[in-house]
């Protein structure tokens, strides 16, 4: 066995299914297990019970230098030391020294039978992380739906699920983190669940400013895990982006339905969600679903409407305008939006879109490229670790950019390197950025006879996300609209976006055009883009 030092805090690389991948440093892995006992275990937390970690690479023979006990590691070998295959000895005098008075019997009873709850240090740790932080106040009707849900939560003797509805930028997030911070000062038991993984981390990136990153990363949990839990074992369960829990066959996830899993296992379960922004067969995480379960329980139903918009400057008639352009609805009560306050631009070129999010970016805004699974991701094995290929190619413009790095990981969103690479769904959905930029691929045509949108399931390039659709295109193309249309509402300032498929350009420019005629004066746009194709 072989491990080399990684960009990243507490990051290793090494061996790992099959491959090279990055993985957490042994040393931190156990480090954050004392941690968590620390936090969510009274005995441990009251100095009744002292933890001490250690990590212990019993097969692992140590060389000359050891890369992971170099000194980027010093400060977590510090708090948790490392023993290797011939570390017998020291290992030894390490358990000799912290566990020694027997009673191991009495203390892992205490452990395995003390109710898991949030302690008094983490909440007065959690509530100082809240006051002040600009990025998590709650506006007019954030504030009242807050206040709302939170008095259901509160009331722990009944069995409740409230289902919070509002579509991109709508503050579903803001409300969500908020929720969880009310509810720990409450003295509740209570955990934030969000399946997507590079949306937990964002939100644990902006709370850990000035606390260990992950104590608070524990209150942060993917959606997988639940179905080993006791029914009602938390006071309240808060999930976000609830459209992407999954049912059977996901990644990693072998048991029946994750939302049955998260309404069982907490007595309120305030679930925040969009239908429309399902992006995979295996997300089932929809308002029907979520009733049906919750008759399953016998749990009382709240539905909440979030209607204002916070995103896109406001601009709720740009969403409205989107969706009903995307053909997910017939909205036909958008009234326009001010250039003044939205940035729209359509480009001639991929390098134009590119130069403008760098320059957007080089003048201190947020801004990235982000574009749809037209391209294929070539994967570690194949040398692509560090975004090394540059995957995303547009022949017609010597257009080449690799995708977001698989180092730099689910933090690609707020990592300085990002805005040299691509980001796909999967690292955007749920976040939000000053400006973007949207490469819209060959996985979504326009027919101009029947005016519809199509996908071909061979320009489709998740695997995961076309599995079982071969023969369903209109499912197929519905997911890949769903997701244009996260990416494109990822903005709080502007969007700009490049159409490979030239029909599907002259379309938005042609209900720019109209609606521009009696609305939109004010818009700008970049008309009459050659055509391009995909390698």
Not at 90 to 110: A, D, M, Q, S
Not at 405 to 423: H, L, N, Y
Not at 496 to 522: G, I, M, P, T
């Amino acid at each position: 066995m072989s491990a080399d030092v990684a960009p990243g805090d507490g990051i290793v690389r090494t061996i790992l299914a099959g491959g090279t991948r990055e993985t957490t440093h042994p040393s931190y892995q156990a480090y954050s297990y004392q941690l968590f006992l620390s936090d969510f275990c009274e005995s441990i937390a009251t100095g009744e019970i002292r933890a001490r970690a250690c990590a212990c690479l019993h097969n692992y023979a140590e060389n000359t230098p050891e890369p992971l006990v170099d000194d980027r590691y010093k400060e977590i070998v510090e708090q948790a030391p490392i023993f290797f295959r011939d570390d017998q000895e020291k290992l030894e005098n390490f358990v000799r020294r912290f566990v020694h008075k027997g009673n191991g019997k009495p203390i892992l009873y205490k452990i395995n039978s003390g109710r898991i709850r949030p302690t008094k240090k983490l909440i007065d740790h959690v509530a100082e992380l809240f006051r002040g932080n600009q990025a998590f106040v709650l506006l007019d009707e954030q504030k009242l739906l807050f206040e709302m849900a939170l008095n259901i939560a509160r009331d722990t003797d009944s069995k409740s699920v409230v289902l919070i509805k509002g579509g991109p930028g709508t503050g579903k997030s803001v409300i969500s983190v908020n929720l969880l911070g009310q509810l720990l000062k409450d003295g509740l038991n209570v955990v934030f669940v969000a399946p997507n993984s590079s949306f937990r981390n964002v939100m644990v990136e902006k709370l850990a400013q000035s606390f260990p990153r992950n104590r608070i990363k524990n209150l942060f949990k993917g959606s997988g895990g639940f179905h080993e839990f006791d029914p009602d074992t938390f006071d309240a369960m808060v999930i976000d982006e609830a459209h992407r829990l999954k049912g059977r066959g996901a990644f990693m996830y072998q048991v029946e339905n994750q939302v049955d899993d998260v309404i069982r296992t907490s007595k309120t379960s305030i679930i925040f969600i969009d239908d429309d922004q399902s992006i995979r067969p295996e997300d089932i995480g929809s308002i029907s679903e979520i009733k049906r379960i919750a008759e399953r329980y016998s749990a009382q139903v709240r539905e909440i409407e979030l209607s204002t918009q916070f995103r896109c400057a406001g601009a709720e008639g740009y969403i409205n305008w989107l969706s009903d352009t995307l053909q997910f609805e017939n909205t036909g009560n958008f009234d326009g939006w001010d250039k003044d306050d939205f940035d729209f631009k359509i480009f001639d070129s991929a390098n134009a879109l590119r130069d403008a999010i760098n320059e957007k970016e080089q003048n201190g805004h947020n801004a990235r490229l982000l574009a749809g699974y037209a391209w294929k991701w070539t994967s570690t094995k194949e040398g692509n670790q560090d975004a090394e290929i540059e995957d995303v190619e547009i022949i017609d413009f010597d257009f080449r950019m690799p995708w977001n790095s698989r180092s730099v990981g689910t933090t690609w969103a707020t990592d300085p390197r990002g805005i040299d690479q691509i980001g796909c769904i999967h690292t955007s959905q749920g976040l939000e950025f000053d400006y973007v930029g949207v490469i819209v691929g060959n996985d979504l045509t326009f027919n101009s006879e029947l005016m519809s949108y199509e996908t071909l399931y061979d320009n489709y390039k998740d695997a995961m996300g076309k599995r079982g659709l071969r023969d369903n295109p209109l499912e197929l193309n519905r997911l890949v609209r769903g997701i244009y249309k996260v990416l494109m509402t990822r903005g709080q300032l502007g969007w700009y976006v490049y159409f490979c498929d030239v029909s599907a350009k002259e379309y938005f420019e042609s209900r720019l055009a109209r609606d521009n005629k009696n609305r939109f004066d004010s818009l700008e746009l970049t008309l009459s883009a050659p055509n391009s194709t995909i390698k």
